[in-house]
């Protein structure tokens, strides 16, 4: 009888104990997402690809993704001024080991040699601030951006019927836009808002108001880290109006950004672009003490060094999954951890209070 005793304790264990996985995944939190995710991942770079349609504009891509056998859903990454298409490879690896495709697109007229340029000699021996505020009005950098996006999208959809790894790989139905800064802006753009011209160099169509539409309808949401507000060389207060799908902005208190003439616009004037946003699965997180160079992590950070790197990487990696897996994998119960209680996990010793609200 004891012997049959043990026995029964011994099953009831052990299926205790296989069943966790299963509570585990039912009950996950938001710091879950901010773990690396099952998925062995792997790397393909296309530094060399050119669009013939814009005169052969090179458009490097390089792409992270699963291993694994399977469709994924699809994210295009933008990076910000001086970047390249690693500027944000921490978060891209992160999404991909989580069950996606990410391509991270670099853009040749605003990227990290463009800026090297205009510091050399041949390119006018620039301050960087001058260097940094001339791609933000530069026609090449700004209105071509956008079309960059639809570029890799096209690329996404040939590759997914004839490139020999990534052939069905794809998810071509289910496509997010994110990006940081700059980023944010191709992000805005590719989700439905539209420009300013007024401070384009040089000057494009009348030189004033809207640029037309640049959007790409087969993006479901967008992920926007930093979004520029009005008065910046990108948006006017009409701008927002056009955004007709899902959006995600994250941004915090020490996030300053640069005016059109070259001032400074202090942080709080970010939550303009929340207040200007259309009804309808809108997104805003407040994240106090974290500055603008948090939200960008690659190996060489180090030389923009940021105390709220550390969190603001911690929650930008655990929300873009559960957004990811919200608006890509309809995973509906995802969303339900967006709650007060809940997003308060994420804070750190840094960033140590998280505000969002919902529209």
């Known amino acids: 009888m004891i012997k049959f005793y043990h026995v029964c304790s011994y099953v009831c264990l052990l299926l205790i104990f296989l069943c966790l996985p299963v509570f585990s995944c039912s009950y996950a939190s938001l710091m879950d997402y901010s773990q690396p995710g099952p998925h062995e991942i792997d790397t393909l770079d296309f530094p060399d690809l050119t669009d013939a349609s814009r005169k052969d504009r090179n458009v490097p891509l390089k ?204 942080p709080y004037t970010r939550w303009q672009v929340f207040k200007l946003l259309p009804d309808g699965d809108k997104y805003f997180f407040w994240l106090k003490n974290a500055d603008h160079f948090a939200f960008s992590d690659n190996p060489e950070a180090r030389f923009f060094p940021s105390a709220s790197r550390p969190d603001a990487q911690r929650i930008s990696k655990a929300l873009m999954v559960l957004f990811c897996d919200y608006f890509l994998k309809d995973e509906k119960s995802s969303i339900k951890l967006i709650k007060k209680t809940e997003v308060r996990t994420l804070e750190g010793e840094v960033i140590n209070q998280i505000i969002w609200r919902q529209k």
């Open 63 to 266: 792409i992270h993704y699963p291993e694994e056998r399977g469709q994924y859903p699809l994210i295009i990454f933008s990076h910000g001024g001086m970047g390249t298409r690693d500027a944000n490879i921490y978060q891209a690896q992160h999404l991909a080991r989580w069950g996606y495709v990410v391509i991270c697109m670099e853009h040749v007229f605003s990227n990290n040699r463009r800026v090297k340029y205009y510091l050399s000699p041949q390119g006018g021996q620039m301050t960087l601030k001058q260097a940094v505020h001339k791609i933000t009005k530069d026609p090449q950098a700004v209105l071509e951006r956008p079309k960059d996006v639809r570029f890799a999208i096209d690329q996404a959809e040939r590759w997914n019927r004839q490139h020999a790894v990534l052939r069905g790989k794809i998810n071509i139905n289910k496509i997010a836009m994110m990006g940081h800064s700059f980023g944010a802006y191709t992000t805005l753009v590719a989700c439905g808002a539209r420009p300013i011209l007024d401070h384009l160099d040089p000057v494009q169509g009348t030189g004033k108001g809207l640029a037309p539409p640049l959007n790409d309808s087969r993006i479901i949401f967008g992920f926007a880290m930093s979004p520029q507000s009005p008065d910046t060389t990108y948006f006017g207060p009409d701008s927002y109006r056009s955004i007709d799908r899902p959006l995600v902005c994250l941004t915090g208190s020490r996030d300053v950004q640069k005016r059109y003439d070259g001032g400074v616009l202090l």
